[in-house]
Each structure stands twice: as structure tokens, then as C-alpha cells.
């Protein structure tokens, strides 16, 4: 069964950068897919940004574009979300995810199968 594991979260003041990874093992070959979503107090779980790890096809949530990075590491079988220009608002618990459901969206959180425990990212202003 295939296991993730976040690291890389913390506090930052507004501004600032974060990069977080998720290594993924346990299964006998890599995730198709992986993303990064997000949770704080009270609202539901949103997308960050989710990969097509075969074909490198990227979605994001319109809230980081242009400001946060996802990548993919074949050989590691690693995702990583590069967070620049960071605000109060991307304050959350941020969940690595993996395995789309078949005929799954990148960006529904409810169609990944496997999950991270997830990493806290707090930004101060």
C-alpha cells in the first residue's frame, strides 16, 4: 500500500518562500498522479496544484498561479510544491496526495485515493 510523507512546511512572513516534498514508497511502481491540496480552520479541503506525473500536465488553483510550483521526481518518486510571494491566506494544512481515481479530476480532492498526513504552512503578515 502506498504511504506519503510531506515535509518542508513551517512559518514564513508574507513574502517569503516555503518548498515542501512528498516522497511517495510501498507500492511497486510510482504514482500517475500527485497534487497538493489544502485545508484551514474551518473550509474545505481546496487544490493547490496536482500533476500528471507520465505527461507533466499541471493543474492549479487559480488562488497560487503564477506564485507557487508543482514538479515531479521520476526517479524519487518525489513531488515538490515551490511556494514564492507567500500571503496570510495560504495559511493551512497542506496534504500531499497520489493515485486518481480512474476518470478522476486533478483538481478534486475527493477523486486522489492516498494521502499524506500534511504539513502546516503558516504565513504572517
Known amino acids: 500500500q502506498r504511504q506519503l510523507v510531506e515535509s518542508g512546511g513551517g512559518s514564513v512572513q508574507a513574502g517569503g518562500s516555503l518548498s515542501l516534498s512528498c516522497v511517495a514508497s510501498?507500492?511497486?511502481?510510482?504514482?500517475?498522479?500527485m497534487g497538493w491540496f489544502r485545508q484551514a480552520p474551518g473550509k474545505e479541503r481546496e487544490l493547490v496544484a496536482s500533476?500528471?506525473?507520465?505527461?507533466?500536465?499541471?493543474v492549479y488553483s487559480d488562488s497560487v498561479k503564477g506564485r507557487f510550483t508543482i514538479s515531479h521526481d521520476d526517479a524519487k518518486n518525489t513531488a515538490y510544491l515551490q511556494m514564492n510571494s507567500l500571503k496570510p491566506e495560504d495559511t493551512a494544512m497542506y496534504y500531499c496526495a497520489a493515485d486518481l481515481r480512474f476518470g478522476g479530476n486533478l483538481a478534486q480532492y475527493r477523486d486522489f485515493k492516498t494521502w499524506g498526513q500534511g504539513t502546516q504552512v503558516t504565513v504572517s503578515s
Open positions: 500533476i500528471a506525473t507520465f505527461t507533466g500536465y499541471t
Open positions: 510501498g507500492a511497486a511502481y510510482g504514482p500517475d498522479s
